[in-house]
């Protein structure tokens, strides 16, 4: 079907389905392996003792510290004091408290955990490979109470020879599950240092693209670049603290992918001038393809409805949320002044009651006439006959009403003299409707045969039952 002949019940349900379909891809999906090997059962049941060698933490459903014990404090230089009640992502190197950030929502549906690779910064800034594990304490309703970990020192495994994979393996592997990739940029060398993922999201492998300062804006959007390089600058300046921007940029293929680059300056030199950045990139195309659908739907169908001959107007609850031009112009208010006002405004006094309950009916999903007549006000106080078409769509979680007003003031007016004019002539005039039901019957034909359009609603029944005998002849 071509947009033009769409009508406005299908433009409403597309632009629904579009809506849902943004919130489904704005949704990051991770991934989080467990296993068997986790912290005692008896840790369930309270903070493990104080004499544990290895550096244990408690958290709260936000990932906030409830206590670390004395070989955590041991590791990394802060006293408890300045620990608990901060978020734990505040103690992880910058590249890392975004990854877990997004990560730490998956962990508190698991039982537990196991080998999630980080790096903590001690109180010093030294970084500290850490592997975490740990059970989870759920309550009764399956909400997360408490995350107890032990969080294992690894700097020595970290400089062996299975260093490149064994520190941030776990991370890598949840973070390309939620279709994001983390890169490191070395300013003084002008190099960048991108994980697998990010090279993966456009389709290279790692060793078919060198990522420097250059081959990165051969491949980004020109259209996009000076937004780009204005946040750079800004953060390079010390004017802003977190680099933040949307881009397209070109893949292997020669397509455009929308990514979302998020980073900060994690180490300067001594007169300030950053000389590293980490962070991470997410390929946001699904997202971007989905508001752009219902951007081009909300247009098309603003457009509709703005040229429409009839009022409209959209009410969330009983809150008039959007009125039409022809809405304003019809019932004598300036543009826009409608919007926030309880939509019984549009009506006379005495129909309110029924078109208030026939509101809430629908809010409460039941099958209501969506057809009727009514009687409007304008805001002079002036009464119009109306007929109105009301159907209930839904507002995100929330039933709306989408409402058609049409002004039949003329129309009955001129119903009006036209059954004066007939009923005041010496002869009959029935009015049969194109779908062949009778329309009008004066009351001199309903004298002369003695049958309404209630008994006879169909104007060729009606020829046949008033002139039968002739019918008959002529057979």
Known sequence: MEDCDKTKDELIEELVVLREKLVEFSTAHNKVFVSQDA??????????????????????????????????????????????????????????????????????????????????????????????????????????????????????????????????EMMLIALEGARLGIWDWDLIAGKAIWSYGTHGMLGYKTDEFHADLKNWKRLVHPDDWQKVANNLNLLMKGKATRFNVEYRIRDKSGDWVWTEVKGSVVQRDEAGSPVRMTGIVADVTDRKKAEEAIKVSEQRYRTLVETSFDGIFLQKGTTIVFANERLHEMLGYEQGELVGKNHWIVYHPDDRPMTRARAQARLRGEIVTERYEVRLQTKDGTVLNGEIRAKAFKFGEQLGIQVWVRDISEEKRAKEKFQTLVENVPFGTIIIEHDGKLGYVSPQVKSMFGYSPDEIPRGSDWMEKSYRTRIIEKK
């Open 39 to 168: 912290p005692r059962q008896d840790d369930l049941h309270g903070f493990p003792h104080e004499s544990r060698p290895v550096a244990c933490q408690t958290l709260d459903e936000k990932g906030r510290f409830l206590e670390v014990n004395q070989a955590w404090i041991n590791m990394t230089g802060y006293s408890r004091g300045e620990v608990v009640g901060k978020w734990f992502g505040d103690f992880l190197c910058p590249a890392y408290r975004e990854p877990f950030e997004i990560c730490f929502s998956k962990f508190k549906k698991a039982s537990e955990i196991q080998d999630v690779a980080l790096q903590i910064t001690n109180k010093d800034g030294v970084e500290i490979p850490v592997c975490l594990e740990g059970r989870i304490l759920h309550d009764q309703k399956s909400n997360l109470k408490r995350f107890h970990c032990t969080v294992h020192d690894v700097s020595a495994a970290s400089r062996s020879e299975q260093e490149p994979k064994g520190n941030q």
